[in-house]
T-cell receptor, first 109, second 115 residues
């Protein structure tokens, strides 16, 4: 079966760096997405990786290793507004998205 | 402002009643999706449509139906609601063409409670 694994919850301190990992086993691979979802709101797009390596976008970076079925989202200079759930999703060979359950990130002052 | 509009935002429904969740997008995206989100689970695809006039079943289609009469609208119908359909429902769209990533744009969600 297809599976996306990510930690349920993480805690970090304001101003620090946090890395949220995602491992996947899917039928084919056509890209990996990270979305941010604040409580009670809709998910919003953060990043997309289809080739191995690091994609940087401001304070957020996302890394992909297709051979290891692994990605991480790196958040630098954490701010209180970064408290949210972070969803990892993989697009499979049928171009359907398989979603992880999300990682709830708690930022403490 | 371009985007996706869902209605209603929230609804309490008696079991056995019929309910239609509305979804409209103005981005001219060809693909649209309905997901449900439950605590502790990832987003689960109910139905999708890759283009107007076509629909497909997702991971959890039972008890739900959809139609795609035109590009903009993608309503989700619960023919006879059951308590297990209590959830938050998200409509989404994407442009499946060209060099774009195919990222999904989500509506604000519809919180449905079936009693």
């Amino acid at each position: 079966g297809q599976n996306i694994d990510q930690p349920t919850e993480m805690t970090a301190t304001e101003g620090a760096i946090v890395q949220i990992n995602c491992t996947y086993q899917t039928s084919g691979f056509n890209g990996l997405f990270w979305y941010q979802q604040h409580a009670g709101e809709a998910p919003t797009f953060l990043s997309y990786n289809v080739l191995d390596g690091l994609e940087e976008k401001g304070r957020f970076s996302s890394f992909l290793s297709r051979s290891k079925g692994y990605s991480y989202l790196l958040l630098k200079e954490l701010q209180m507004k970064d408290s949210a759930s972070y969803l990892c999703a993989v697009r499979d060979s049928n171009y359907q998205l398989i979603w992880g359950a999300g990682t709830k990130l708690i930022i403490k002052p | 402002i371009a985007g996706i509009t869902q209605a209603p935002t929230s609804q309490i429904l008696a079991a056995g009643r019929r309910m239609t969740l509305r979804c409209t997008q103005d981005m001219r995206h060809n693909a649209m999706y309905w997901y449900r989100q439950d605590l502790g689970l990832g987003l689960r695809l109910i139905h999708y449509s890759n283009t107007a006039g076509t629909t497909g079943k997702g991971e959890v289609p039972d008890g739900y139906s959809v139609s795609r009469a035109n590009t903009d609208d993608f309503p989700l119908t619960l023919a006879s609601a059951v308590p297990s359909q209590t959830s938050v429902y998200f409509c989404a769209s994407s442009a499946l063409a060209g060099d774009n990533t195919g990222e999904l744009f989500f509506g604000e969600g519809s919180r449905l409670t079936v009693l």
